[in-house]
């Protein structure tokens, strides 16, 4: 019994720190959204800088989310959490927002910027369900 409950706590320490970094994420991306319609509205060189710059951010956060993905899958064996959230920008993109900053290359750019944006969104719900579960099981052993 005492190894179940230490499992759990386990995966509750995991929640305790991907919840912080997929909030911290969800911002980067949100920064770098608006930023980017400024940009597809005539931004320029300066607005792209910062909209890469939030997406930098955003890609670190991302990396390390990834890392605490795959240690809480292998402490959820039998729970099928995706864990490859990397960024998928690609270097392209970015040479492709500077050399053909346009209308076509900064609308293309955002609808990477959402479609992140919502992968984001959506691990956040997962997570959330999830940490309502462990805690209904943690609340068990407790009684």
Do not use: C
Request: aromatic share 6%; net charge neutral.
């Amino acid at each position: 019994m005492e190894t179940s409950l230490k499992e759990i706590n386990d995966v509750r320490t995991i929640l305790n720190k991907l919840l912080p970094l997929v909030d911290r994420a969800e911002a980067k991306f949100k920064s770098a959204r608006n930023w980017g319609v400024v940009d597809i509205l005539g931004g320029g060189l300066i607005v792209d800088l910062i909209k890469h710059s939030q997406l930098g951010a955003a890609g670190g956060i991302m990396n390390e989310i990834s890392d605490l993905l795959r240690d809480l899958q292998r402490e959820l064996k039998d729970i099928d959490i995706p864990t490859d959230y990397r960024m998928q920008m690609g270097g392209f993109a970015t040479f492709a927002d500077f050399v053909f900053d346009g209308a076509l290359a900064d609308a293309w750019m955002e609808s990477k910027i959402v479609s992140s944006l919502d992968q984001v969104r959506q691990l956040k719900q997962r997570l959330l369900m999830l940490q309502s579960r462990i805690n209904e099981m943690a609340s068990r052993f407790q009684r």
